[in-house]
């Protein structure tokens, strides 16, 4: 059972109120970085739409990056490849402060797929990111990796929860079939409605309405860019029956501007059915004199 909570986080200057939630590999778009989050899935050696590829072939230097829930000193890295491995070039770890720290630099050994590339920390580094770089001119062909373990000094294991890349085969040009499955899905109400000037300061819901059914077991995330005007959020966050509308409980203050992201840049929790990301949506409003 997963214990819901939340965290505050202060990156790039934006402060975010985000509920952490684990990418859904399964249903991720094929060969996004998404697939290389979670135990490893592709299994046998070959192109695998389960594992994550750059977007061309041989063209030089990508990375991938995976996000872990929690901090540990790294002990090692463990690269599941399932489709032209070698060409890792360089594993780095992420630092509290967020600066990179290169744990190991090389040449990767060729091996048949699929592999188990295993790393041991040369540097002493507290962490929960990794950052994986390939150089793809080493090894012709895509290089596909299907999972990364993080390995702690304890003996914990982790898989990652989120990721992301330099480049995906799943961003390739017209190739995806345009249907309404496919496509994110938007918002289409709010309440209060975004550019309101005379909102009820007794309102007590923020809810939001999207076009699609959302996943709605503990997957928001409002995002805050300023903490003077961002509302007291409450517990109790949740999803109305229609599985479109979140609510959200709220305590406003009255002649006061509040500003809102429902999703922005990495933090985009709220996701339909199909896992794909709602297009971020700002609400702006005013509170009215008492």
């Not at 819901?4 to 990156?11: A, I, V």
């Not at 295993?118 to 990111?129: G, Q, R």
């Not at 550019?195 to 009820?200: E, F, I, L, N």
């Amino acid at each position: 059972m997963q214990r819901t909570f939340f965290f505050h986080m202060l990156f790039l200057g934006c402060l975010f109120l985000v509920d952490p939630t684990v990418g859904v590999a399964a249903s991720a778009p094929g060969w996004s970085p998404l697939q290389a989050t979670g135990e490893p899935n592709a299994l046998k050696a070959g192109d695998q739409k389960t594992a994550w590829a750059t977007l061309a072939q041989d063209k030089g230097d990508e990375w991938l990056q995976l996000e872990y829930k929690t901090p540990v000193e790294v002990k090692a890295v463990r690269i599941y490849e399932n489709f032209n491995p070698g060409a890792v070039s360089k594993v780095t770890a992420s630092d509290k402060a967020g600066k990179e720290v290169v744990i190991w630099e090389g040449q990767e050994t060729v091996r048949p797929a699929p592999t188990v590339f295993e790393v041991s920390a040369n540097a002493k580094v507290v962490s929960k990111s990794l950052k994986i770089y390939l150089d793809t001119r080493r090894v012709k062909g895509w290089n596909e990796i299907d999972a990364v373990q993080l390995v702690g000094s304890n003996d914990s294991k982790q898989w990652a929860s989120q990721a992301s890349a330099s480049s995906s085969y799943a961003e390739r040009g017209g190739s995806q079939e345009i249907t309404l499955a496919a496509l994110p899905p938007s918002v289409v109400k709010t309440v209060p409605q975004a550019g309101s000037t005379d909102v009820d300061p007794g309102l007590k819901e923020i809810a939001v309405t999207f076009s699609k059914d959302m996943i709605t077991e503990r997957m928001w995330a409002v995002v805050q860019i300023s903490s003077e005007h961002f509302p007291k959020v409450g517990k109790g966050i949740h999803y109305l029956d229609d599985k479109r509308t979140c609510v959200i409980p709220v305590d406003l203050e009255p002649d006061k501007t509040y500003v809102l992201w429902f999703n922005r840049g990495r933090f985009n929790s709220f996701r339909d059915t199909e896992n794909n990301p709602a297009i971020p949506y700002l609400l702006v409003f005013k509170t009215r004199s008492e």
